[in-house]
């Protein structure tokens, strides 16, 4: 049956491949509620814009009284949250948006949707669900061996992650206090198209286009779990619409590379495709620059996905070899799109917009 879905931060990375999954592979209707920070592009849901089941409400999720009205406006069955302040180097140069949002703006959401979930009918409130979308950074850091579970006790080490922590815990304590209906998920690191340049894989992409240097944190072994962002919405659509109420699902790419190798990927790929280099380079790889470690920087996360794959029979559907091709020939097909977010042209013409 069709459903209406509110999707807070639908603007940005991934709440863009989630809401361009939902209007293209369900009949579900999308409300996106973004508040368009500088993370937010509606540039990245032109393919979608158009369609009927489509809509877009600029509102802050910490203005309880504005997300109520949308609710009452659209009457959702399913509430998925993704809008955060997500970049962990932003946190760490200046945590209180990160506060403001993550946790405030979390507790404000839930608040809103306790009150909006008491005015359903018994039909409605069967099926409703509020998806809290937070990460795997939350545990912090795993050392060499072993995997993150849902049973990982959480020991987040960054101003972001503190923050996606403190906001996973509040969901949990709505549905054990006042038995709001909740599923939470906590994913490994995601790349693909849209992805805003500030971010690892795009960053090197792109400088390297430029014939720019590549930087890389401290020795470059730090380890992520990687997964492509189309495998992350499908994921969370199945978490939505089948996921145990109350339960956490953890995601994962089954991907773990050092930054150093999904650097030097990179830049093999980029060798093969590009042959008029920038800058008279031989290799790529020249450019890779070492620079200093980001303060507190975890060594390593890698997410244990059994549960979700066994429950749930979700799987990702690429490789890190298969994804990352496909993310980087997106790049070099969509240089428009990452002008208009180099230069701030995407900004600018929302606010004429305005
Ligand atoms: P993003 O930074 O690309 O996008 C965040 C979006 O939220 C933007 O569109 C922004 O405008 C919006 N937003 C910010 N503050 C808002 C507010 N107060 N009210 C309404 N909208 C607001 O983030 P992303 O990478 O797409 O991540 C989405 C979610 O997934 C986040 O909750 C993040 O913690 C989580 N997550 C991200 C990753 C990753 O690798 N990117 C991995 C696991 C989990």
């Not at 504005?66 to 959702?76: N, R």
């Amino acid at each position: 049956m069709s459903k209406t879905i509110f999707v807070t931060g639908g603007a940005g990375f991934i709440g863009s491949a989630l809401v361009r999954f939902l209007i293209n592979e369900t009949k579900h209707t999308v409300v996106n509620f973004d508040k368009l920070t500088y993370a937010g592009n509606l540039e990245s849901l032109r393919s979608v814009e158009e369609s009927e089941r489509y809509h877009f409400v600029q509102g802050d999720i910490c203005d309880r009284d504005t997300v109520s009205a949308v609710f009452e406006k659209y009457q959702p069955d399913f509430i998925m949250h993704l809008a955060a302040e997500s970049h962990v180097d932003r946190s760490i140069d200046g945590p209180g948006e990160f506060i403001q949002t993550n946790i405030v703006g979390t507790y404000e959401l839930l608040e809103a949707a306790r009150s909006y979930y008491t005015t359903l009918v018994d039909d409605k409130k069967v099926g409703f669900r509020f998806h809290h979308i937070s990460t795997d950074e939350v545990y912090g850091d795993l050392g060499e061996t072993g995997l993150f579970t849902e049973e990982t006790s959480y020991e987040p080490s960054s101003p972001y992650s503190a923050s996606k922590a403190a906001s996973d815990h509040l969901v949990r304590a709505w549905h054990r206090t006042y038995d709001l209906p909740v599923v939470l998920t906590n994913c490994s690191n995601n790349y693909g198209p849209y992805h805003f340049p500030e971010k690892l894989i795009p960053l090197i992409i792109l400088n390297a286009l430029e014939g720019k240097a590549l930087p890389v944190y401290g020795d470059g072994k730090q380890v992520r779990d990687w997964l492509f962002v189309e495998d992350h919405a499908r994921a969370l659509y199945k978490v939505v619409s089948e996921g145990k109420l109350g339960d956490t699902y953890n995601i994962g790419g089954f991907n773990e590379k050092q930054n150093i190798e999904v650097v030097t990927t990179i830049c093999n790929h980029l060798n093969d495709l590009i042959k008029d280099k920038p800058a008279n380079l031989a290799d790529f790889k020249e450019l890779i620059t070492f620079v200093t470690d980001r303060p507190g920087h975890d060594v390593r996360y890698a997410i244990d996905a059994t549960k979700i794959n066994k429950e749930l029979g979700w799987h990702p559907e690429e490789t890190f070899e298969s994804g990352i091709l496909k993310t980087i020939q997106w790049y070099l097909d969509n240089q428009a799109w990452c002008k208009n977010v180099q230069d701030g042209s995407y900004q600018r013409e929302r606010l004429g917009s305005n």
